[in-house]
């Protein structure tokens, strides 16, 4: 079955970086674009970054543009996100969401992994 597992979250102090990975099984992952959400404490679930299957396209929210960079290993089958200059605004559970293969990665998520919490304070 699909299985999507992040982990890297963690507590940091506003200006410091983090490096999300989600590790994928279960589905051909270099077929598949791919998605990190996040959802802070009262808020809906935002679209931060998409990446399509061969890393051809990348889309950010403007929130993290210049900030988060979204990448992928399909050897590895493996997602990244890194983060630079975290603000207290990003404070979320981050998920990894995956795409049916073939899909267009404007379509939504069809498979979402559990989550890992950010925060960032000082």
């Known amino acids: 079955q699909v299985q999507l597992v992040e982990s890297g979250g963690g507590l940091v102090q506003p200006g410091g970086s983090l490096r999300l990975s989600c590790a994928a099984s279960g589905f051909t992952f270099n077929r598949s674009a791919m998605k990190w959400y996040r959802q802070a404490p009262g808020k809906e679930r935002e679209l931060v970054a998409a990446i399509t299957a061969l890393s051809r396209n990348l889309n950010y929210a403007d929130s993290v543009k210049g900030r988060f960079t979204i990448s992928r290993d399909n050897a590895k089958n493996l997602l990244f996100l890194e983060m630079t200059s975290l603000k207290p605004e990003d404070t979320a559970v981050y998920y990894c969401?995956?795409?049916?293969?073939?899909?267009?990665?404007?379509?939504?998520?069809?498979?979402w992994g559990k989550g890992t919490l950010v925060t960032v304070s000082s």
């Open positions: 969401g995956a795409l049916e293969s073939g899909k267009p990665w404007s379509s939504g998520v069809d498979y």
